[in-house]
C-alpha cells in the first residue's frame, strides 16, 4: 500500500479548488474543462430551459473556494485508523516489567546461595574462618601455615590437639614450655611452636562452640579430609550437624572437659599439652 505523500495531496486539493470543484473528488481537469464551454454554450444559444444552467455556471464558480479554504480532513485509511485506536502498553504490564530484572536477581540468588545453606560446625566454620583469613589465606601458606592439601591433617592426627592450638595460640604454648604442638612424626619435621610467628590464642575470643566449627572447615574444607573415608569417624563425632561433641557445645559443655561426657575423644584440657603422634 503506498502513501500518497502529503506535498501531493495539497496540490492535488489546490488544483481542484482553482477550478471550483471544492472537495468532490470526482472532479479532475479534463471533465471541467469539457464541462465549461458546455456550460457557457447554452446560455448564449438557448432560451428558458438551459438559461439557470448558465446562471449557476458562475455561481457555482463563485461559491466552490469557500469550501477549498478549509481543506477537507482526509479521511484516515484503515491502516492508519487501525493505528490510532490501537491499545497502550497498560500500565501494569509497566510495572511488571520493571519488577522483572528483581525477580532476576532473587531467582539467581536462589540457585546460587544453596550451599551457603550448610548447617553444622561446617557452615558455621565457614563464617568464623574470616577470623583466619589474613594469615591463613583460603587455607594456603599467608604468615601461617597452609592448610590445603592434607597438610593440617599432616600436622594434627587427631583434631584434639588442632582445637587446643586453636584454643591457646603460640604465646600459651610458648609460656607453658610446649615446642611440638602437633604430630612429633609429621613428614618433615614436627611443627614447632614460635618457630614461624605467633598464632594468637582464640579461647575467650571465639566461643568453644566456634572454635570446634572453624577447626572443622579447616581439616574437612579447606584440608581435604573425607568425610565418607577415612575421616568418616571423626566427621561423625565432632564434625556433622548431629555430632554428639557439637551437641554438648551447643547444650552449654565447655572444651576443656569434653572427654568427660563424650566417649572417645582425647582430653583436650586447660592448658596447653604436647601434640600426640598418629594412633597406631
Ligand atoms: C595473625 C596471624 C594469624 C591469624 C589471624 C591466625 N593464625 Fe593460625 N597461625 C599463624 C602462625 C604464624 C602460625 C604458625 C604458628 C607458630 O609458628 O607458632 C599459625 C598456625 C596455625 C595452625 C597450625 C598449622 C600447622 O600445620 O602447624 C592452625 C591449625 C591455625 N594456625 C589455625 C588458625 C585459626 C583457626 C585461625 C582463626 C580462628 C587462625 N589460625 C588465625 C598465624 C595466624
Known amino acids: 500500500?503506498?502513501?500518497?505523500?502529503?506535498?501531493?495531496?495539497?496540490?492535488?486539493?489546490?488544483?481542484?479548488?482553482?477550478?471550483?470543484?471544492?472537495?468532490?473528488?470526482?472532479?479532475?481537469?479534463?471533465?471541467?474543462?469539457a464541462a465549461k464551454p458546455a456550460a457557457d454554450k447554452p446560455a448564449t444559444t438557448a432560451g428558458s430551459a438551459?438559461?439557470?444552467?448558465?446562471?449557476?455556471?458562475?455561481a457555482g464558480r463563485a461559491a466552490a473556494p469557500a469550501p477549498a479554504a478549509p481543506p477537507p480532513p482526509k479521511p484516515d485509511t484503515p491502516v492508519v485508523a487501525a493505528?490510532?485506536?490501537?491499545?497502550?502498553?497498560?500500565?501494569?504490564?509497566?510495572?511488571?516489567?520493571?519488577?522483572?530484572?528483581?525477580?532476576?536477581?532473587l531467582y539467581a540468588r536462589a540457585l546460587t546461595e544453596q550451599p551457603e545453606e550448610v548447617a553444622g560446625p561446617i557452615g558455621i566454620g565457614a563464617e568464623v574462618y574470616a577470623s583466619c583469613q589474613s594469615c591463613h589465606p583460603g587455607g594456603n601458606e599467608g604468615v601461617g601455615y597452609a592448610f590445603a592439601g592434607g597438610e593440617v591433617l599432616e600436622t594434627f592426627p587427631h583434631i584434639e590437639d588442632q582445637?587446643?592450638?586453636v584454643y591457646f595460640g603460640t604465646e600459651q604454648y610458648n609460656i607453658a614450655g610446649v615446642e611440638i604442638y602437633g604430630n612429633p612424626d609429621r613428614e618433615g619435621g614436627p611443627h614447632i611452636t614460635g618457630a614461624r610467628n605467633v598464632m594468637p590464642g582464640f579461647g575467650g575470643e571465639l566461643t568453644d562452640e566456634e572454635i570446634l566449627s572453624v577447626v572443622c572447615h579447616e581439616r574437612f574444607t579447606l584440608g581435604g579430609a573425607d568425610p565418607s573415608g577415612d575421616y568418616a569417624e571423626e566427621y561423625e563425632t565432632w564434625c556433622s550437624e548431629e555430632?554428639?561433641?557439637?551437641?554438648?557445645?551447643?547444650?552449654?559443655?565447655?572444651?576443656?572437659?569434653?572427654?568427660?561426657?563424650?566417649?572417645?575423644?582425647?582430653p583436650i584440657g586447660n592448658e596447653p599439652i604436647p601434640g600426640s603422634p598418629p594412633s597406631e
Not at 438551459?50 to 458562475?58: C, G, K, Q, Y
Not at 491499545?87 to 525477580?103: E, K, S
Open 83 to 105: 493505528y490510532k485506536q490501537r491499545r497502550r502498553v497498560p500500565f501494569w504490564a509497566m510495572a511488571a516489567l520493571g519488577v522483572l530484572p528483581v525477580w532476576a536477581f
Open 163 to 165: 582445637i587446643r592450638y
Open 243 to 266: 555430632a554428639p561433641v557439637f551437641a554438648d557445645l551447643e547444650a552449654g559443655g565447655a572444651l576443656a572437659d569434653l572427654d568427660q561426657r563424650v566417649e572417645g575423644v582425647m
Open 1 to 33: 500500500m503506498t502513501e500518497i505523500p502529503e506535498h501531493l495531496l495539497k496540490r492535488s486539493r489546490d488544483r481542484r479548488a482553482a477550478l471550483g470543484l471544492g472537495g468532490d473528488d470526482a472532479g479532475n481537469g479534463g471533465d471541467d474543462a
Open 50 to 58: 438551459p438559461a439557470p444552467a448558465a446562471s449557476t455556471a458562475p
